[in-house]
Antibody, heavy 129, light 107 residues
Framework: QVQLVQSGTEVKKPGASVKVSCKTS????????INWVRQAPGQGLEWMGR????????EYAQKFQGRVTMTRDTSISTAFMEISSLKSDDTAVYFC??????????????????????WGQGTLVTVSS | SSELTQDPAVSVALGQTVRITCQGD??????ASWNQQKPGQAPRLVIY???DRPSGISDRFSGSISGNTASLTITGAQAEDEADYYC??????????FGTGTKVTVL
């Protein structure tokens, strides 16, 4: 079955960097985008960006531009997400998720639908001095 | 990026029906998927392609969309449906966005 397994809990000091991994199995790794989503304590889900594993092309949410780097290693079917210059409000659970998408008719036009399935189990990153 | 707005919380009596809505301008031209999240767990997809369910998801869950509003309906709610629910979609800039989330309580 399709699985995404993430690396373990991290504790970092402000200003440091952290790199989270997302090891995939059960499907062709290069055929689906991997997205990264975070959730601060007691808060909702926040989309951070995504990577095309086939070409390594990335798209980042504006909020994370310049501070987040998403990469992948196709030889081990694993995606990575690194955040630099960590601050206390980066304390969150970070999830990876496989993206799928489709075009669908919507009245007289074509609409786009995307979905994330499955999700990794999450990685808690705590930033504290 | 654009926002997707959800009611913060709804409650439903055991066995009754509840509808959760997700509003946003981007939904006039795109569709939403829905994710369920229970405390301490990763989100799980429950509805995609407007009204399709992944394998293993109960047929109590259904989806629809009209205008700028997507809806998730739970028909005959069970105790195990108590969770947070998040819609997500693509906005006009190409970014992805999640709804603000709805906490469903089953009474």
């Amino acid at each position: 079955q399709v699985q995404l397994v993430q690396s373990g809990t991290e504790v970092k000091k402000p200003g440091a960097s952290v790199k989270v991994s997302c090891k995939t199995s059960g499907y062709n790794f290069i055929a689906f985008y991997i997205n990264w989503v975070r959730q601060a304590p007691g808060q909702g889900l926040e989309w951070m960006g995504r990577i095309n594993p086939k070409y390594g092309v990335t798209e980042y949410a504006q909020k994370f531009q310049g501070r987040v780097t998403m990469t992948r290693d196709t030889s081990i079917s694993t995606a990575f997400m690194e955040i630099s210059s960590l601050k206390s409000d980066d304390t969150a659970v970070y999830f990876c998720a496989r993206e799928d998408s489709d075009e669908m008719s919507r009245g007289y036009s074509i609409g786009w639908t995307i979905w994330f399935d499955p999700w990794g189990q999450g990685t808690l990153v705590t930033v504290s001095s | 990026s654009s926002e997707l707005t959800q009611d913060p919380a709804v409650s439903v009596a055991l066995g009754q029906t509840v509808r959760i809505t997700c509003q946003g301008d981007s939904l006039r031209s795109n569709f939403a998927s829905w994710n369920q999240q229970k405390p301490g767990q990763a989100p799980r997809l429950v509805i995609y392609r407007e009204d399709d369910r992944p394998s293993g998801i109960s047929d109590r869950f259904s989806g629809s969309i009209s205008g700028n509003t997507a809806s998730l309906t739970i028909t005959g709610a069970q105790a195990e449906d108590e969770a947070d629910y998040y819609c997500n979609s693509r906005d006009s800039s190409g970014d992805y966005v999640f709804g603000t989330g709805t906490k469903v309580t089953v009474l």
